[in-house]
């Protein structure tokens, strides 16, 4: 423990005077930093709608009185002015609503790329409104994609278990690679192996390192972009789990090669593979079965619970729990492997 | 100390073997030369000996340990010097040292006395990364010496420096040895070897061709030459003559009777000479 300590404190004098950890703490800042500035707190997601009335004066009125209070439904005068509206903003649709034999027709005005279910949606959205001229109804135009969740975080902390996911989980990958190929090419590691020191103690070192880093960076983004009413103990636990998991995954991964060219071919298809939950996390129509098998998604999921006010807490326990019998497993078999080829 | 039996090693896990078939013992307190030409397998010898390779087949016991069945603690016991200098780039010389010495379980050198040995005392806060090849070999030098080894593995321990530090390090050798070290000493360098080695191997491709100590060696393969330079008729001749032909003895006898000579001296074959008559090859 004492050699594992004195090992620990020299890789972390090597960190402190490298580039990857102040690359890795720059994009922490920089991360930070576009999600208060650019990012804004939620995106434009409501759809414009122009509409135009060709209805007597006293109806017009009516219906005006009723929609007018939308921010997202702009009433116009004739067709080519909403044609014109709509060319200007390419995600809006129109409608014109007028009076056939005391009947109310409207017609649909689309861009051209909507699909089948748009139109539906659209044309419900518009029933409903004029179904609103029976009293009782209230306006119901503004169309959104319905959520899955009952709770819903808002845009900006919603990128953070993506971020937490790429910094902690496959990033590490990565980095922990290029610190053993770094050792292999300085030949340091050579040296080692001939003091009285095992391997496992050289790589839990490492380790060591990439869960400092891991923990200071998150540490930071979720300080600075959703402040104090996160459960710091939990996302100590979840990013002490996957970073484990990682940066065992990395060493073990990085044991079957000697150089850090050959190795990086199999780590990008890793972390590309890896990086496929992000779709489902971001678009939640596309959930396949398989998908959830993937490290990353339970990552990011539980991530999520975490950010919620009231998430599933039992879901963040199993996660750390997995994730760090999987990291001790990866870490075991890296060290077996290593034990043969770390100096050849 | 080592004993090893029928080693092979290939780097390809096939028939293609960079050490052949390699015996040899070494006893406390010597110093053994390891001596051949670039690429004979000196480096592979010495890192399947300190567990760097993989000891594929053949016996080998260092310090009392199987090789095969390794412990950590007889690095204890070892000290290993690398023919490319491997130091953190990134910690000054003292923190590399003192980084290492803390590793071992037993009594340690002081890091301080050890870079003034070599030099180094003025730069020891200095990144070893500035250093020159030469200082970072130096550095790597001492670093293997940080334990105290009983045994010590010492590959190329003098190339590429300079002829005052090479006979500094010589000198640590030496007085190393003297205090009872064991030394496995990889070189291609024949001074060095004839100078510091109680025995020397020649390797050639693997394979050990003979072992001996330098003296016998010379005794045996060495033809003994005499150098006199003598007056005759005023100016001064040069001659080398053979101890061992009956002609060139008698010419000898000749010149020292009339008792002109300047100066006289025997010459002997060189180990590099020896090398070259017994293996047929050069040692570049
Ligand atoms: N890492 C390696 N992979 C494959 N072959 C190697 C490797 N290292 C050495 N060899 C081969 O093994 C043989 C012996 O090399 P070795 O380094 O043991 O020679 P050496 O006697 O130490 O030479 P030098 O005096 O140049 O240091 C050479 O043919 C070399 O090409
Ligand atoms: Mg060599």
């Known amino acids: ?344 | 100390m080592i004993k090893v039996n029928g080693l092979y090693h290939s780097y390809s896990n096939d028939e293609n073997y960079a050490v052949k078939n390699v015996e040899f013992e070494i006893s406390k307190g010597e110093v053994f030369g390891f001596l051949g030409p670039s690429g004979a397998g000196k480096s592979t010898t010495q890192g399947v000996l300190t567990g760097l390779l993989p000891l594929q087949k053949g016996e080998v016991e260092v310090v009392g340990y199987n090789i095969r069945h390794p412990k950590r603690e007889m690095f204890n016991k070892i000290g290993v010097s690398f023919e490319q200098s491997n130091v953190y780039g990134k910690l000054t010389a003292l923190e590399n040292l003192e980084f290492y010495r803390k590793l071992f379980d037993v009594e340690t050198m002081n890091s301080m006395d050890l870079l003034k040995w070599v030099g180094l005392d003025h730069v020891a806060n200095k990144k070893a990364g500035e250093f020159s090849k030469g200082m970072k070999h130096r550095l790597t030098f001492i670093r293997s010496m940080l334990n105290n080894p009983e045994l010590w593995f010492l590959d190329e321990p003098t190339t590429g420096l300079d002829p005052a530090i090479a006979s500094q390090i010589k000198d640590i050798v030496k007085e190393k040895n003297k205090q009872g070290a064991t030394v496995f000493l990889t070189t291609h360098n024949m001074y060095v070897a004839d100078e510091l080695c109680h025995r020397v191997a020649f390797i050639i491709d693997g394979e050990i061709k003979l072992i001996d100590s330098p003296r016998n060696l010379k005794l045996q393969h060495g033809e003994k030459f005499v150098v006199v330079e003598h007056l005759e008729n005023d100016v001064i001749k040069k001659e080398q003559l053979s101890l061992i032909i009956d002609r060139d003895k008698a010419r000898l006898n000749e010149i020292i009777s009339t008792g002109k000579i300047e100066i006289m001296h025997t010459k002997e074959a060189t180990l590099e000479e020896i090398f070259i008559k017994v293996t047929g090859r050069g040692l570049k």
């Not at chain 1, 923990?215 to 002490?240: K, P």
């Not at chain 1, 090669?257 to 199999?266: D, H």
């Open chain 1, 1 to 344: 423990m004492r050699k594992l300590w004195m090992t620990f404190l020299k890789d972390a004098k090597l960190s402190f005077n490298s580039f990857y950890f102040y690359m890795e703490i720059g994009m922490a800042l920089i991360f930070v930093a576009v999600l208060l500035f650019v990012v804004p707190e939620n995106f434009e997601s409501s759809q414009k709608f122009y509409i135009a009335m060709e209805l007597e004066t006293a109806d017009t009125e009516t219906f005006q009185q009723l929609m007018g209070n939308s921010e997202d439904v702009t009433v116009l005068d004739n067709r080519s002015e909403i044609v014109n509206a709509m060319k200007k903003d390419r995600s809006s649709v129109g409608a014109i609503i007028r009076k056939n034999d005391d009947k109310i027709v409207y017609e649909m005005i689309l861009q051209g790329y909507e699909n089948e279910s748009m139109k539906n949606l659209i044309k419900a959205g518009i029933e409903g409104e004029i179904l609103t001229q029976i009293p009782g109804f209230s306006s119901q135009i503004t169309v959104r994609t319905l959520e899955m969740d009952s709770e819903k975080l808002s845009d900006r902390i919603n990128i953070i278990p993506i971020y937490l996911t790429m910094n902690v989980g496959l990033m590490g990958l990565f980095i922990i690679a290029a610190y053993i190929f770094l050792d292999k090419e300085e030949g340091v590691i050579k040296a080692y192996a001939v003091a009285p020191v095992a391997v496992w103690q050289y790589l839990a070192s490492k380790m060591m390192i990439m869960l400092m880093m891991g923990l200071i960076t998150s540490f930071i983004t979720v300080l600075a972009i959703v402040g104090f009413s996160v459960n710091y103990l939990y996302l100590f636990g979840l990013i002490v789990a996957f970073n484990t998991f990682g940066s065992a995954l990395g060493l073990f991964l990085s044991s079957f090669f000697n150089t850090m060219v050959k190795a990086m071919g199999v780590l990008y298809v890793f972390i590309m593979i890896m990086m496929l939950p992000v779709i489902s996390y971001l678009m939640p129509s596309f959930n396949p079965m398989w998908i959830k098998w993937f490290p990353s998604y339970p990552m990011m999921f539980s991530m999520r619970e975490l950010l919620f006010e009231n998430g599933d807490q039992s879901y963040i326990m199993m996660q750390i729990g997995i994730y760090l019998v999987l990291g001790l497993l990866l870490f075991v078999a890296a060290n077996h492997r290593f034990k043969k080829t770390l100096t050849v």
